[in-house]
């Protein structure tokens, strides 16, 4: 009996090499501190170096066009930014103003009532 596309899933192995850094021990001036490459990605090593609140492993990448998208599995997020920005979207403040809120307000305690 043929499965269904959607019911297949793809073995862990080949999902932590396209989720791990290819490029270690090099760095990437493009990317910044603390982050490399994975064969989809960028990766997260080091996230005091790159000053940021996501955690090591989390993956990234932007457009030229305005967007950035990201997935933290340690924190459970999953995100995607919009913007008809053009590269302010991509590499700007928005992007930093973004990735601060959504963890501000993520992991934030929930206030008592």
Do not use: K
Not at 3 to 11: F, K, V
Not at 36 to 63: C, E, H, I, K, S
Not at 72 to 83: F, M
């Amino acid at each position: 009996m043929h499965q269904p596309r959607s019911s297949r899933q793809r073995s862990p192995a080949p999902a932590r090499a396209d989720a791990g850094n290819q490029i270690a021990p090099l760095s990437s001036p493009i990317l910044g501190d603390g982050w490399g490459y994975g064969y989809g990605a960028a990766v997260l090593r080091d996230p005091v170096a790159a000053a940021v609140p996501m955690n090591p492993g989390t993956l990234r990448w932007g457009g030229a066009f305005g967007h950035r998208w990201w997935v933290d599995p340690v924190a459970g997020i999953s995100a995607v930014l919009l913007t008809n920005t053009a590269f302010e979207g991509m590499a700007g403040r928005i992007t930093t103003d973004v990735v601060n809120a959504v963890y501000g307000e993520v992991l934030a305690p929930m206030p008592l009532t």
